[in-house]
T-cell receptor, first 113, second 114 residues
Framework: AQSVTQPDIHITVSEGASLELRCNYS??????LFWYVQSPGQGLQLLLK??????LVQGIKGFEAEFKRSQSSFNLRKPSVHWSDAAEYFC???????????FGTGTRLTIIP | NAGVTQTPKFQVLKTGQSMTLQCAQD?????MSWYRQDPGMGLRLIHY???????DQGEVPNGYNVSRSTTEDFPLRLLSAAPSQTSVYFC?????????????FGPGTRLTVT
């Protein structure tokens, strides 16, 4: 069964500092991997996705993620965070044979001035 | 395009009451799904549909019914609400072809069962 682990429940970073959010997945085949962001009281918005090809993918709002098959990881990075990046971030792995998108438990990001 | 819309935004039910959460999308997407979000558990799939007239169960289907009579609408029914169904419910849709599997989410319905 597929699963996703986000080991950090809550991360606090200073505005302008770099960011890395961790995501590890378990999946039997080539995974479809996603990062979503959720602002308070809002739905989820797709930041980026990986299906195949280049293992470094670029997303919206200056985010990128790197797929590392050997480590079963898909970590999200941003070189310099802005106060508006404060939100909850979810990593997900997709099995579209049965339309199942499995989410991690999320990482809440707090930005301090 | 309005995208994915959900009504109501908030609802309080008493145990045993029934209700329907509405979801509609105007993007002509074939696939639609319902998720529930609980603290510390991420989102879990309740039911999904791959087209009008076709639905299937997800990870946590008990206590919920769905039907899909049109491409646009995918309502979620709670037949007899229980406190364990207190949650935030999200509807999502995606295209079946060439869409890169991106799911578009609605703004959510916050349900409290007392």
């Amino acid at each position: 069964a597929q699963s996703v682990t986000q080991p950090d429940i809550h991360i606090t970073v200073s505005e302008g500092a770099s960011l890395e959010l961790r995501c590890n997945y378990s999946y039997g085949a080539t995974p479809y991997l996603f990062w979503y962001v959720q602002s308070p009281g809002q739905g989820l918005q797709l930041l980026l996705k990986y299906f195949s090809g280049d293992t470094l993918v670029q997303g919206i709002k200056g985010f990128e993620a790197e797929f590392k098959r050997s480590q079963s990881s898909f970590n999200l990075r941003k070189p310099s965070v802005h106060w508006s990046d404060a939100a909850e971030y979810f990593c997900a792995v997709g099995d579209f044979g049965n339309e199942k998108l499995t989410f991690g438990t999320g990482t809440r990001l707090t930005i301090i001035p | 395009n309005a995208g994915v819309t959900q009504t109501p935004k908030f609802q309080v039910l008493k145990t045993g009451q029934s209700m329907t959460l509405q979801c509609a999308q105007d993007m002509n997407h074939e696939y639609m799904s319902w998720y529930r979000q609980d603290p510390g558990m991420g989102l879990r799939l309740i039911h999904y549909s791959v087209g009008a007239g076709i639905t299937d169960q997800g990870e946590v289907p008990n206590g919920y019914n769905v039907s899909r009579s049109t491409t646009e609408d995918f309502p979620l029914r709670l037949l007899s609400a229980a406190p364990s169904q207190t949650s935030v419910y999200f509807c999502a849709s995606r295209t079946g072809t060439g869409g890169g599997y991106e799911q578009y989410f609605g703004p959510g319905t916050r349900l409290t069962v007392t």
